[in-house]
């Protein structure tokens, strides 16, 4: 069995003392901020151009056109690159798991790119010739837009949600059932909520540019515009929705079992309530102006929000990818069982690229297994560093939490190579909080490996469960 | 094998194959429009100087800068589509490239959105108003961002194509794969680009003149020139391409599986060329004569990117990838896909119906 095994290994290079989710959590945000901003643009152009033709706004088909034009030069050029971007980078994070995704999911990104293009195509049609169409022709040219940005976000939202909780797929690998999970819904509807929020913002700032109208006019604007900001009302709602419709570890994650993420969190709720107090109070009841450097502080909070929210949404997967069948570095559920019999880097093609730097061959091995199984998340001394974490625990502390990984932080994939490569990982962080001397002895007791293989043993090949307690978990 | 492509692979296989084929053409036209365009009117601000930004009716620079940005848009858009399929046919090949060109390939994404941006200023009035000197700086960076674009695109292919240089490119570090096949296939996508981008540009003009603009005299001339030029450097640069291939792959493109193809492009080319010439006096362009045009653009198009499969097939065990093609075939979508791209092409078409109705009505 463990023979039959042929594991796609890809080169896997050093982000510096970045972690790769850092990497994909920070282009994230930049993509997840613009996107949001053209398909809340999209409602909030709709919803100003309809008042303006029923007479309700006299000046905001003149703020559409204005509005518009940020929006293609904005949202088209790096909304649409950074959106390409966030599939590279996800190759460079983890090809295994951007393979899997689209294996699974390739028509539903297929649908997704008919609405890309149909959203350039109205886009841009309305971006030049908007200026010259009647009444009729530019309200249903702006629905159009809006429509097919609002489904780039529909069809992206379920395999995005699909990562997290992947619900019956796991068992029936349905397309449908994978699609439509439980985190679907709640997460389109806040993100929608989200867009719209942002959107509103924007304008303000944009109409605060609008030098050709006096005041009253722009108070009168923001004012309609800030309507778009009442749905927030729906916020805390949407969010019990959300957490309730997640893996209880997940949850338990983002609500302080880890501290990082429970601040990230906090952020997101804390700065999005600023926001929401401001425009219910301020912009929806009292009717209040708004200038520009204060609507550019709210924008600047949404967008601190967006970078909570995104930096949660990554992390609370882990130790997965995709839960239940892929883990956080490349290896599938069902294959740590024949990893570590064979070894996890015996087949791995690409050698080390500082190779001569180590003293010796047993280093070497721990190299490659950090490399392999825990560079994803972990940098030797950067972010999330292994020297920091581990530095001050003793040899014999180190081999028996690695061989139990997943049981030390469930938030850990189970270790998945043999005794010997445990070892020599073990050897390898003692050598680097040592600083790399030049000599290092081997350390090949058998009794050592055997404890080792026993804690593998112990630990088992499944992933670790926080909630179980201790007692029901060593009688199984 | 026996069969034209792709009649000789399991179903699977030969469907993605195909619409990989598919939707890359698209991208490719698209792509040829902002490649050569740019690299023309790069040309164009160093040799007008001080007058290039007075031509404003120039019948190639006129409309290459206003539509600029809006192909660009379509280019990256038409190449999300390929961008999926490639990923289903040839995962880990193209996965691996890009990882070991690492920074080197992340860097397409800033440089595109330099370049896109630098496209919009070119049209601006902003720039209309500087000093040449700035329109040069602008108009060569742009063509430089896309140059780099493209050069990009054939290196990580080619090095997708070179499995046992992998560990040796990791090993090293380096960030650039030199590969004796990508100078020459570098000219050819170059060159190739002139003819495609000629033949969308004399469309612009005809669509154009249908809506009462007024067509340059010139028009007609300055497309033929430039389409024949490109026709003429691209069969060059694809000699000195198929001169620097192994002799292996040179047999693989003529085989019968491939031959078609290649009989294809050369009547493509022919096809081109006739429609060109036929008209090189006269003084508008043809409907008839663009439509025999782009007819052979397409034959020679979808000859030479299947040409160009044949030698990546040549290269890689594609038998070993069967059975992850037959996998990615059994999951659901197929048919909700189709019905939304029915809706969608119907709802792109109402668009630039609409648009077209209400440009007439405002028409003086
Ligand atoms: C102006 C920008 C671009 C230029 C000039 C360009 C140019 C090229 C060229 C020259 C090739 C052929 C490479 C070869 O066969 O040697 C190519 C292929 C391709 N391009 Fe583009 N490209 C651009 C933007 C994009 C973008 C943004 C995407 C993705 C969204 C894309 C997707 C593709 C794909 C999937 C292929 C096929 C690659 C392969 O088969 O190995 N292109 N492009």
Redesign the pocket.
Known sequence: MPDSLVFPYYPINDFGPAMKGMVIGGLGIFHVFLAQFAIGGGLLMCYLEWLSQCGKSPDARRFVDNFFKLLVLISFVVGA?TG?GM?FTSIQVSPRTIGLMVGEFHWIWAIEWTFFCLEIVSGYAFYRYGERLDDRSRLRLLAVYSLAAWFSLFWINGILSWQLTPGSWVETRNVWSGFFNSSFWPSLIFRTIVSMTIAALVACVVINTMGALDRAARTVLINQSARLLTPMLAMPLLGLWYFASIPADSRAWALGANVPMMMFLVLSIGMSLMIGLYAVFGLIRQKLYVNGATATLLCSLAFAATAGGEFVREGVRKPFTIRETLYSNSIRRGEVEALREKGSVTDDPYPLRHADALPSDQLRLGAKVFRFQCSVCHTLDGANALVHLAGAWSTEQKRVNIARLQRTKTFMPPFAGNPEECEALVQYLEWVVADSPTTWPVSDDRAVLARIQQGLQEAGTQPGEMFTHPARRESR | MGAPFPFDFPLPTAFYLTL?LAT?VI??AF?NY??AGSAYLAAFAVRHGRDSNRLTDHPLAGPLRDWMPFM?SA?????????L??QIL?QRQ?YT?NLLLFHRWMA?LPV?IV?FYLLYLLKSRIIGEASFVWRIVVGCGAFA???F???S??????L?LNESAWSDQYASGRLFFRDPELGP??AV?FTGAFPTMATIVAWQWWCLARLGRPVPATANQSCTRLALSGLATAIASAAWYVENLAPELRDQLVSSAYRPYLAAALVGVILQAAGWLAGRNQAGLQRGRLVLISAGWLLTVVGVSVL?EGR?LAAIDVTALYDLHADAATVGGLAVFLVFAALNAGLIAWCLVTVRRGVRNQAP
């Not at chain 2, 695109?153 to 080619?158: D, F, P, S, Y």
């Open positions: 690159l390409v599939w | 990989y890359l991208h490719v792509m902002v490649l660009l280019a990256i858009t038409a190449g999300i589509a390929p961008l399929f490639i040839y193209f490239a397409i595109l370049g961002c896309f140059a674009v493209a050069w695109w054939t290196e990580n292919h080619l997708s296939r570098l996508w160009r990546r």
